[in-house]
């Protein structure tokens, strides 16, 4: 078999919306010319021909295969590798400052709310007067602020790996990382794996999953071990928000976390999601799940924002409310026939 046949089978192998950039072949002079922390052929500088010295340079998501989602940049403000990969912050033409890890854009200052408040909000609200929560990710401090809204939460502890994403949202993001400053939070920077494997069992009402795509050292925050440890970790009727990628890319996935999280979690699965314009497809998922104990209906919010004392305090949510909550859950069609395990 020549090498030609091999690599097409390697790829049949590889769910199509999976392939990422590995769809395109490799250009030694698009390759000199790349932007270091985007994946090969999907950092591009556009030059005037009327004038030399007039460039337009653009961010591209690289996430899938024929599809790119651009942003102009005005300005790199920061760009440096951590212990674990390469951090990004520029300035945007439309949505304002941007943070990409790795190439891959992870939030704008003009659509993250949406992202934050569902992830946050949808688990809080389905449950009376959480008392403790842990954030596994979510350095950027924005799933923080969320979280601090709930003034019967006691303890939020965050397990972020990377001391480096803190360290430029406090600088570049500040609107997010104010989630830092409230006295209730405490910051483990170290692995997620390890932290939640030492937490005793039944110690936190809900834990929120704000880590990046499945694909690398992700991809065990994603699978079954990983779900019994959070499992372990929550109390009866304890709730579980993870985020879950898009119905639109990768219903086989979604329906492998579902499977996974059915086999673990004795009280309720759940699906939903929420528009994220600068996210692949521009739509994001959750999954919600609850331990064996009291019943919890995700899709109906039994601890409603607009009723929580000091919840608007600080300022007012800009997507989240009781009546987007409910809607979250409606699944198109084509996705309750994709995804079996729902």
Known sequence: MDQHKINENELAAIPPCCLKARAFSPDAELEANCHATVVLGWFTEHQNSSDKGDKRVYFNNPMWPGEAHSLEVKNVLFKERSKFQEVLVFESATYGKVLVLDGILQLTEKDEFAYQEMIAHLPLCSIKSPKTVLVVGGGDGGVLREVARHSSVELIDIC??????????????????????????????????EFIRHVPKGKYDAIIVDSSDPVGPAQDLVEKPFFEMISNAL????????????????????????????????????????????YPSGVIGFILCSTEGPHVDFRNPVNPIEKLEGAYDQSEPKFYNSQI??????????????????
Request: aromatic share 10%; net charge negative.
């Open 160 to 193: 972020e790996i990377d001391q480096m994403v803190i360290d430029v949202s406090k600088k570049f993001f500040p609107d997010l990382a104010v989630g830092f400053e409230d006295p209730r939070v405490h910051l483990h920077v170290e692995d997620a794996l």
């Open 325 to 342: 909550h409910r809607a979250a859950f409606a699944l198109p069609s084509f996705v309750k026939k994709q995804v079996s395990s729902l």
């Open 235 to 278: 109390r009866p009727g304890g709730v579980l928000c993870n985020m879950a990628e898009s119905m639109w890319l990768h219903t086989h996935l979604i329906n492998d976390m579902i499977a996974a999280c059915r086999e673990v979690f004795k009280g309720s699965v759940h699906y939903a999601w929420a528009n994220v314009p600068t």
